[in-house]
């Protein structure tokens, strides 16, 4: 018999949005109607933001047929917030739980949401008050710990792909330089899924620069240089974070704005800053006549229509299991082990300490990223592919023989 207390339950979503977010919120409003411990569950508007000014909605009510919908729509369903809450701020969310007697906290975010649970948790037990902090993971980033990958990447992954394997065929029939500055401020998971989708030996990206190798600007030069003399093109894969030898970030160094988030980190995404300087780069010191260059920017995470269903599946899965967790008497972290590979992938998931996961991050490891420090090896196709739910196939008939 379940020794879980009747009381109310409360959720809400943190960070960036997600592709598939919103099948992790409907998985635990799913689960929580099956358990009778849980009298309410509260949906919070802007996270933490929400449950502070106790700005709820009823989501027992919420129809079957609306959370189906939900659950198919990228971003936060809740909306969000980049608040990151200290000692003194969780100490206020966790009066209003008290005061709303919520005993059972699903937080769907990434590390700092971690920490956020983390901290409630610890200040709930230092008093004696019953509580089960479940953190479920979300992050386009993929840099949680514990976890083999995040949900929310294998979406994103997918739509990266897709867009660098529609851009390499624009450039090939309109040869040229491309650049495609990619989201990814410490970790290089999701610009390197922009060689996920290569079917052809020549198929770009021909070039991908990660946070995690440092690179002088005179090596992207000499890099894009003798692509393009062997192929008349080049598509360059660029991540937002890529730093100069000196470890500072290109998009510090060149960028005019001192806007910082909340974190303070530097203004990466809003700009298409770092873009627009490698492109004045290649064009005035290599003398290619046509060079481009895009930003993908926020269209990277929430883009209607493209999920994967491996991802979404997934994302459901651990909303479900949160539940589950908590009505174990315990709080945590919900993480995904992988049991299989290619066609044989599959994933089961586990509960991991909240410490575990909370305010740290992980990156690319070396043996997914090419000796050159330019580009992705094999092992990270095999890693990352199965999570996309499969990319499409793609003909060019131009390097067909000729008559």
Not at 4 to 30: D, H, M, R, Y
Not at 126 to 138: N, Q, S, T, W, Y
Not at 215 to 235: N, P, T
Not at 241 to 258: C, M
Request: net charge neutral.
């Amino acid at each position: 018999m379940s020794n879980a207390p009747k009381a109310n339950a409360v959720v809400s979503q943190s960070g960036g949005p997600t592709g598939v977010i919103n099948a992790s919120l409907v998985g635990v409003i799913e689960e929580a109607k099956k358990h009778p411990e849980i009298q309410n569950l509260y949906g919070a508007i802007h996270a933490v933001s929400g449950i502070v000014k106790e700005d709820f909605i009823d989501l027992m009510k919420i129809s079957g047929d609306v959370l189906k919908t939900v659950a198919a729509s990228p971003s936060s369903a809740l909306g969000s917030s980049r608040d990151k809450p200290d000692a003194e701020y969780c100490k206020k969310i966790l009066d209003v739980f008290k005061k709303r007697d919520i005993r059972y906290f699903f937080y769907i975010g990434g590390n700092d949401s971690a920490n956020t649970c983390f901290i409630i948790n610890k200040m709930a037990q230092e008093i004696g008050f019953d509580l089960r902090a479940f953190h479920v993971p979300k992050t386009i980033d993929n840099d949680l710990l514990v976890t083999d990958h995040c949900p929310g990447f294998g979406t994103a992954a997918k739509f990266v792909a897709c867009a660098v394997m529609g851009d390499d065929l624009d450039n090939r029939a309109l040869p040229g330089i491309k650049i495609d500055c990619i989201m990814g401020r410490h970790a290089g998971f999701l610009t390197a899924a922009s060689a996920l989708g290569k079917q052809r030996d020549d198929d770009g990206p021909h070039l991908v620069y990660l946070p995690e190798r440092p690179v002088r600007m005179e090596q992207i030069l000499s890099d894009v240089s003798a692509v393009y003399k062997k192929l008349g093109r080049c598509v360059i894969a660029v991540s937002e974070g890529i730093s100069d030898t000196d470890h500072k970030t290109w998009a510090e160094k060149i960028t005019e704005t001192d806007e910082r988030d909340s974190h303070g980190n530097v203004q990466l995404s809003g700009t298409g800053a770092l873009a627009d300087y490698l492109a004045a780069q290649i064009k005035g010191k290599l003398k290619v006549k046509r060079v481009r260059a895009d930003t993908f920017g926020y269209l990277q995470r929430s883009f209607a229509g493209l999920q994967s269903s491996v991802d979404a599946s997934e994302a459901h899965r651990c909303g479900i299991e949160a539940v589950k967790f908590a009505m174990a008497n315990i709080s945590g972290s919900v993480a995904i082990k992988r049991t299989g590979s290619g066609q044989n992938y599959g994933a089961e998931l586990f509960r991991t300490e909240l410490a575990n996961v909370a305010e740290k991050t992980k990156s690319l490891s070396d043996e997914f990223i090419n000796k050159d420090g330019n580009g992705i090896t094999e092992a990270f196709v095999e890693y990352a592919l199965p999570l996309t739910g499969g990319l499409p196939k793609t003909e060019y008939l131009g390097n067909k023989p000729k008559i």
